[in-house]
């Protein structure tokens, strides 16, 4: 074989291999990203519900919710004792995060400060400056004061 023959052959067996390293890595990005979006596939009705008031209020969650009294927070809270970007609260790998952001009042769950991201579940008691609210996953067709009860 001529070495311009064989300079041919390796070019295309090294063109061959790119080519099936880079499907390789699409493949394995891709289900990376569905796993990543399975993971972060939020529960249906999750909610933060006021509990020291006259009326009832409910706060749908979303993947990140910031909470606090400006006006671009994704949980408006008009209350004097909560901060103005108070704290947030982040949906990740299934579990829930929350996080004060140097808030003057604090951040507590159930009576314990947030001094750093502490993950919180269903049924915790979380306070905002002298606010407090329940983390509830509603189901269909049941109160939560029932639930609670």
């Known amino acids: 074989m001529s070495p311009q023959v064989l300079l041919l052959v390796l070019r295309l067996l ?6 099936l390293f880079l499907g390789l890595f699409l493949v394995v990005l891709w289900r990376d990203l569905r796993k990543l979006q399975e993971e ?7 909610q933060l519900i006021q509990l020291n008031t006259h009326e009832e209020h409910k ?5 990140a919710n910031l909470i606090g009294r400006a006006a671009d927070n994704s949980i408006l809270i008009t209350d004097d004792s909560v901060s103005a970007h108070h704290a947030r ?61």
Do not use: A, C, M
Request: glycine residues 10%; hydrophobic residues 40%; without cysteine.
């Open 14 to 19: 090294i063109g061959l291999v790119l080519y």
């Open 40 to 46: 972060t596939h939020l529960p249906l009705d999750i």
């Open 59 to 63: 706060y749908p969650l979303h993947g």
């Open 89 to 149: 609260l982040t949906h990740i790998s299934g579990q829930w995060i929350l996080e004060d952001l140097g808030s003057r009042n604090g951040t507590f769950v159930n009576d314990l400060p947030v001094d750093q991201p502490l993950v919180v579940t269903y049924g915790d008691q979380i306070r905002f400056g002298s606010l407090i609210f329940l983390l509830d996953r509603e189901s269909p067709g049941i109160r939560s004061e029932e639930k609670v009860n």
